[in-house]
Structures are given as structure tokens and as C-alpha cells.
């Protein structure tokens, strides 16, 4: 009995930490290139209805799951466009990118809301996949153990490859990088596409696995909680796996306390508990003066005009 | 190879400052007309719908008003943040908090009369609005927490709260278990302007608030010292403004309003708090904010602007089946063409060739 409910809490909360991990992820990319893209919200809508749309027309949530990269990618560009082509404030731009995804992602879903779809799926057979005991390390879709590698990646690309050490300069120094001849406006493209199609792609999981059905703004937020771990991170992939999977023990938290009908607090009030647990991280990383602004990359939300 | 190419002005184009907002509106009303053609409604038909009808129908004009003042008021409160390159996204919270502590003085006072009350319910308001923004100032102050991802953080927790409170304990007891609270009386309830109209008196307290924003930003020095933060911060610091004090005072008059707004909508053509209350204002009022300006005046008339959307968005709702959320996507890609064409303000378009035969010169 205890170890059931030990091994359901632990599932749960590696699939809510996946979505939010895959979007920071994204966005530390970009952010570590020197790009505040506040869009994450909007992106995720926008590749949870490409995906669900993509999904259900071809019967394959994998498909689904490529379309949603496309379509956050696609959001990602106009962003793009906007900041580094037009050099627009990049705060304003990416609230317009928020607005517009939860206005998109309405429009689109609107002929699908309440339609379920076929779900990702365990990836390894039933076998291990509904073991009692074991599920809890093979249980999972590919996106759960996807998202991990993905973090080891992200991490070995910033830190040990000629490409992301190019790309942690431009976040630094935008003038000395582009004075030794590297595109700083190239660089921070490719950074904020990366940051699109994983928030494309994490959305996707919101309407592909975990609802799994199309309603709106069915990611709750969980956009602005990717943006704030980037920062609890302290921009880096390790503790962003580590950040990751404490929301998602909240948010678990507060799923079985309200499956079991939890009598002390009342669903809202549970519902409340994420923000409010991500209000108290992001004060307790700033505490101590200075941290949060010295780990910051240098450049971060500022314009960039070679001429 | 680009024909044409970006060139920096040497100095802002004031004429630009005018003319990009209108553009950003025609641009959208022309890529409205090809989305949502392509999307298979009627495009032309929906434009005239949403952009046209509300303005050509006078006895809509009204309904424009009551939608406008919510926008306007939470816009001025966070344009004075934007100046200032504080930015305070949370004006949905705050502006559901504003309508929460106003109501509390309501169901306070449900059974007695008196004038007293309204004015007792609309500071109320603008308190709880302005404790809510005190959170992200403190935080910000205090320890240097983002007030972008604090103030929004709270939105979704005041939504919470405002559902806790309708469902819960302020659930109207005569109400058949219908969450929402007691219908406000008539001394708690705001007056109409004339009798029988819509025009209720949130209106003229929006236009003069409009007013006085406008006089405190640009004849006051606290009007000039939040100018300063924002453009040159080191400079205000070298000047002796203090960047704390601005982020204060800025999130307070933010918050202020946008409590303002909420027990305004509450009082006015609510007459109760229902799960329903919470209807974005807040994010659309980013949208007014920007398309304005900054500028009261100018925010008067975008407010005005995105009153029409959501109005002309109700008709073709009806008219043409159009999806509620078209009217989301017409004031985002609004915000987009206004952000885009923004760049005709420091920069104008010139043919390459002009651009080179300069540059060789």
C-alpha cells in the first residue's frame, strides 16, 4: 500500500517536472545568449495545440510532439524578428508573444476543446513499463528521460564545445564578440529558436500526456515558473534538473492532497501553492546580495545593433 | 541581397512617436482581414465586425466607455512603472485584489445605507490593489527579486484566492449554492452618470485620474525623477534619486489604480464578485499601455481602442461565429505591429543604394 502510493508519488512528480525542465531548458539557452524571452508561456500554448491539432490529425503523438516543436519554434522566430531584427524592448515583445499564444492557442483549439487524443506512452514494454515496483524507473515516455538527457547536453554544449563557448560570449560581452567576428545576432537567433521548440515541445506534453485532452490554457502558468527557474538555477542545467523536480514535488503535493480530499486546505489555496513556492525560492536565491547578479549572463534583456 | 536597409535617425522621430501607433492599427486590421480569411471565416466581414461596428452603432458607445476605464486606469498605473523600467506585470492581481478588499467592506456593510460606504469600498480598493504591488516592491527592494515573474506569480495567486472567497466563505447564503456573493445594495452599488445609462461613474473618475496622472508626470518633480530612473538610471543615481523610492512609489501608484479598476468593475457593472470577475483586463491593459504610449493622454485613447476590440469581438461572435479568443489574437498582434513599426522611431528605411553612395561620402 505504502510503497503503491511512494511509487505513484514519485511518477507523478517526474512527469510534472518534465515539461517545466524541457521550457527552462530552452530558455536558459537563450537567456545564457543574452536574450529575455518572457514568451515561454505563449510558445507553450502554442506548441500544445500544434501538437494536439498534429496529433490528432495523423494518429501519432510523436508527430504531434515534432509538430509542437515547429510551432514554438515558429512563435520563437517572431520574437526573434521583433528583438534582434527590429531591436524591440524584449519584455514588451515577449508579453506580446504570451498574449498572442494564449489568444492563438484558443483560436485553434476551439473545434478541439474536450477531445481527447492518443497519449505518448510508456516507452519501454509493459513488461517493465506497469511492473509494480519497477514502473517507477521504466514507467515513463521518452520526453521524461528525454528532458534528463537533454539537461546533460545542454550542459556538456555550454561548457565544453567551441559553439557554446561562443554563445556564453555573446550573453557576456555582445560588443567583444562581435568585434572578434562572430554574428552576435546569428548566435542569439539560433539560441532563441532552441528556446522555442523545447517550449513548443513542453507544452505538447501538457496536451499530449498529462491532461491528455485540449482545453484552454491548459499550462497554467507553468511558463512563468520555467522563467523563474532559469533564474533559481542560477543559469545552470544541473540545478535546473534539481529545481525542476522540486515543483514538480509540489505540484504532485498538491495533486494527491487533492485527490484525497485533503480537509485542512481547500483546493484553491492548494492551487495556490506553486507560485507561491516559486515567490519563495526566487527570494531565497537572492538572500545573500549580489548571487542572482553576478551569475546572470552580462548582456541579458539588452538590445544588440551592430552598426 | 536586401534592397532596402534600416538607417539610425540622429535623433527620435516625434512625427514617428504619432504616426506608429495608428499604423500598428491598420497593419492589424489588414492581417486580420488575411488570418482570419485564411482560417476560413468571413476576414473582411470579420474586421468590419470587430473594428467598425462598435463605432458605427451610437448606442454601443456607452458599453465603449464602461469597457474602456477598467483598461485605462490599470494602464496609466502601469505606465508609470514602465517609465521607470519597473515592470510590473501584475495588474490582473492587483486589480482582482483592489475588487476583494472593496467587496470586504460591502458584505461589511451590506445591511446599512449611507454615502459613506462608496467611498469607504473605493479606498478600500485602491488599498488592497496597493498591497498586493507592495509584495513584488518589497521583494525587489529588499533583496532584488524580479518584480516581472513576482507580480505575475501573485495574478495567479489572487485568481485563487478571489475563486477560495466566491465558493467558500463569501458564497451568498440566499444565493441556491451558486458561488458568487451577495448582490451589492444600492448605496453600494456605483451611480449611473444619467439616469438609466450604462455610463456608470467609474467613467469620469477614469478620464480625471487620466488628468491628473498627466500634471504629476510632467510638472511634478516626482513625475521628472521617474522619467530619469527609467531613461538614464545612473544618472537619477548621480542626481540623488533613489532607484528604491521609484520602485515604491511606482508599483504602489500601479497597484493602486489597477485596486482602483477592480472594485470599480465590482461595484459597477458586477454588483458582486463571481468566479467570471477575473476577465484579463489586466494583460490587456499591458496592451493599452504601450499602444498609448506611456502617456495618459494618450492611454485615454487606446483604452478606448481595445474597448472597441472587446466589444466589436462580442458582435462578431454573434454575427459571424467568430471564436472570443479572435479578440486576444487582434490585440496581441496589435501590441506585435505596434512594437515592429516602433522601429521607424529610431531608425528610417532607406534603398541600400542611398545607404552606400552615404556611407562612401
Known amino acids: 500500500m505504502t510503497s503503491a502510493l511512494l511509487v505513484s508519488f514519485a511518477m507523478t512528480l517526474a512527469m510534472a517536472a518534465t515539461p517545466i525542465l524541457l521550457a527552462s531548458l530552452g530558455e536558459l539557452v537563450a537567456e545564457k545568449a543574452g536574450v529575455l524571452n518572457l514568451g515561454v508561456e505563449g510558445m507553450m500554448l502554442i506548441g500544445a495545440v500544434t501538437g494536439f491539432a498534429a496529433a490528432t490529425l495523423t494518429g501519432s503523438a510523436y508527430l504531434g510532439c515534432l509538430a509542437a516543436i515547429l510551432g514554438g519554434l515558429a512563435a520563437s522566430l517572431v520574437f526573434a524578428g521583433l528583438t534582434l531584427g527590429l531591436s524591440s524592448n524584449q519584455v514588451a515583445t515577449g508579453l506580446a508573444l504570451t498574449i498572442f499564444g494564449v489568444g492563438a492557442s484558443s483560436l485553434i483549439g476551439a473545434p478541439f476543446v474536450g477531445k481527447t487524443v492518443a497519449r505518448i506512452g510508456p516507452l519501454f514494454p509493459a513488461a517493465l513499463a506497469e511492473h509494480p515496483l519497477l514502473r517507477v524507473v521504466f514507467g515513463y515516455d521518452l520526453l521524461v528521460y528525454g528532458a534528463l538527457a537533454l539537461a546533460a547536453a545542454v550542459g556538456w554544449f555550454l561548457k565544453h564545445t567551441r559553439p557554446g563557448l561562443i554563445l556564453r560570449a555573446v550573453g557576456e560581452s555582445d560588443t567583444s564578440a562581435h568585434s572578434i567576428g562572430y554574428s552576435v545576432l546569428a548566435v542569439r537567433t539560433a539560441a532563441v529558436a532552441f528556446g522555442g521548440g523545447m517550449a513548443g515541445l513542453a507544452g505538447a506534453y501538457f496536451s499530449l500526456e498529462l491532461t491528455p485532452m485540449w482545453a484552454d490554457r491548459l499550462t497554467a502558468g507553468r511558463g512563468w515558473i520555467a522563467l523563474a527557474l532559469v533564474v533559481f538555477a542560477s543559469w545552470r542545467p544541473g540545478r535546473l534538473v534539481a529545481g525542476a523536480y522540486l515543483f514538480g514535488a509540489v505540484m504532485t503535493l498538491e495533486l494527491h492532497a487533492k485527490a484525497a480530499g485533503f480537509g485542512l486546505l481547500p483546493p484553491e489555496i492548494l492551487a495556490m501553492l506553486p507560485y507561491l513556492a516559486t515567490i519563495a525560492v526566487l527570494t531565497l536565491i537572492s538572500v545573500r546580495p549580489g548571487r542572482v547578479s553576478a551569475a546572470a549572463p552580462a548582456c541579458l534583456g539588452k538590445s544588440f545593433s551592430p552598426a | ?361
Open chain 2, 1 to 361: 541581397m536586401p534592397l532596402l536597409r534600416l538607417e539610425r535617425r540622429r535623433e527620435p522621430s516625434r512625427a514617428m512617436q504619432y504616426a506608429t501607433p495608428l499604423l500598428a492599427v491598420a497593419l492589424t486590421v489588414m492581417a486580420g482581414t488575411v488570418v482570419f480569411g485564411l482560417m476560413g471565416y468571413d476576414g473582411l466581414g470579420a474586421v468590419r465586425q470587430i473594428f467598425v461596428a462598435p463605432l458605427a452603432d451610437p448606442q454601443r458607445w456607452p458599453e465603449l466607455l464602461v469597457k474602456a476605464s477598467p483598461l485605462v486606469l490599470i494602464a496609466i498605473g502601469l505606465s508609470i512603472g514602465f517609465r521607470a523600467n519597473v515592470w510590473n506585470i501584475g495588474g490582473e492581481g492587483q486589480y482582482l485584489a483592489g475588487a476583494v478588499a472593496g467587496t470586504a467592506v460591502a458584505l461589511a456593510t451590506w445591511t446599512r445605507e449611507g454615502a459613506w460606504i462608496l467611498p469607504v469600498m473605493g479606498l478600500a480598493g485602491i488599498l488592497g490593489g496597493m498591497a498586493w504591488a507592495a509584495i513584488p516592491a518589497f521583494l525587489r527592494t529588499r533583496f532584488g527579486v524580479s518584480e516581472i515573474l513576482t507580480s505575475l506569480m501573485l495574478t495567479y495567486v489572487a485568481v485563487q484566492g478571489l475563486f477560495f472567497l466566491v465558493r467558500g466563505p463569501w458564497r451568498d447564503p440566499d444565493g441556491f449554492n451558486f458561488p458568487q456573493t451577495r448582490m451589492f445594495n444600492a448605496a453600494q452599488t456605483l451611480p449611473a452618470v444619467s439616469e438609466g445609462s450604462l455610463v456608470h461613474l467609474g467613467i469620469p473618475i477614469a478620464v480625471l485620474v487620466a488628468c491628473l496622472a498627466w500634471i504629476v508626470l510632467e510638472r511634478t518633480i516626482a513625475g521628472y525623477e521617474v522619467k530619469v530612473v527609467g531613461l538614464a538610471p545612473a544618472a537619477a543615481r548621480h542626481g540623488g534619486f533613489s532607484e528604491r523610492r521609484t520602485i515604491w512609489l511606482t508599483l504602489l501608484a500601479g497597484g493602486g489604480l489597477a485596486g482602483l479598476a477592480g472594485i470599480l468593475e465590482a461595484a459597477g457593472p458586477f454588483g458582486q464578485l463571481t468566479p467570471q470577475f477575473p476577465a484579463g483586463y489586466g494583460y490587456t491593459a499591458i496592451v493599452v499601455a504601450f499602444l498609448g504610449r506611456l502617456h495618459p493622454v494618450g492611454i485615454l485613447l487606446a483604452g478606448l481602442v481595445l474597448a472597441v476590440t472587446y466589444v466589436g469581438g462580442e458582435l462578431a461572435q454573434t454575427a459571424i461565429g467568430l471564436p472570443q479568443a479572435a479578440t486576444g489574437m487582434f490585440q496581441a498582434m496589435l501590441l506585435f505591429f505596434l512594437l515592429a513599426t516602433d522601429v521607424l522611431i529610431r531608425f528610417r528605411i532607406v534603398p541600400v543604394r542611398v545607404a552606400r553612395a552615404r556611407a562612401a561620402a
